[in-house]
């Protein structure tokens, strides 16, 4: 069966420093890999996805950037964090070659103090 | 810009009673839709998706979409102090998901 890991479960990061969040998925091959964020009172905002190594889509341009530099894994950073940047982040996979169905990692709570 | 809204709630059903959670799309492209619980603190679990018309049941859950309408709703059966969290609709949008905000549901005893 397929298991996605994700690290840190929380974080508390001051404004202007870096950030690196992993995600890597198992019992799969040729995942799609997303970065979603979740802020309060809000709803799961697309940041990133890839649908293979190096590929990078990003919707929403900001101070975040993504890697893939394995097929399952993922990488959400940053170099210099801002106050808006807290929020719940969750990486999630789908079956490549159109897979729909998205499933979620544990998720990381950040806050940007 | 491709929205899904729902209501926020909560919306509270005594335990035993039929739950019924509502989401519109604006949308006319997708052809998939899902039904996610999020508990607090916790990263939404996939609990239902449909694709066609009509209704489709999983044990207590039912969901049913209407694509004239652009209207999708999830059903809970038999409603338990367990089902007490936030229920995230999406459509796809090609290549990811969209979300609505989340219901939030309340059962109880």
């Known amino acids: 069966s397929q298991t996605i890991h994700q690290w840190p479960a929380t974080l508390v990061q001051p404004v202007g420093s870096p950030l690196s969040l992993e995600c890597t998925v198992e019992g799969t091959s040729n995942p799609n890999l997303y970065w979603y964020r979740q802020a309060a009172g809000r709803g799961l905002q697309l940041l990133f996805y890839s649908v293979g190594i190096g590929q990078i889509s990003s919707e929403v341009p900001q101070n975040l950037s993504a890697s893939r530099p394995q097929d399952r894994q993922f990488i959400l950073s940053s170099k210099k964090l801002l106050l808006s940047d807290s929020g719940f982040y969750l990486c999630a996979w789908s079956h490549g070659q159109g897979g729909k169905k998205l499933f979620f990692g544990s998720g990381t709570q950040l806050s940007v103090l | ?109």
Do not use: H
Request: hydrophobic share 30%; charged share 20%; aromatic share 12%.
């Open chain 2, 1 to 109: 810009q491709k929205e899904v809204e729902q209501n926020s709630g909560p919306l509270s059903v005594p335990e035993g009673a039929i739950a019924s959670l509502n989401c519109t799309y604006s949308d006319r492209g997708s052809q998939s839709f899902f039904w996610y619980r999020q508990y607090s603190g916790k990263s939404p679990e996939l609990i239902m998706f449909i694709y066609s018309n009509g209704d489709k049941e999983d044990g207590r859950f039912t969901a049913q979409l209407n694509k004239a309408s652009q209207y999708v709703s999830l059903l809970i059966r038999d409603s338990q102090p367990s089902d007490s969290a936030t229920y995230l609709c999406a459509s796809d949008s090609g290549y990811a998901l969209n979300f609505g905000k989340g219901t939030s549901l309340l059962v109880t005893p």
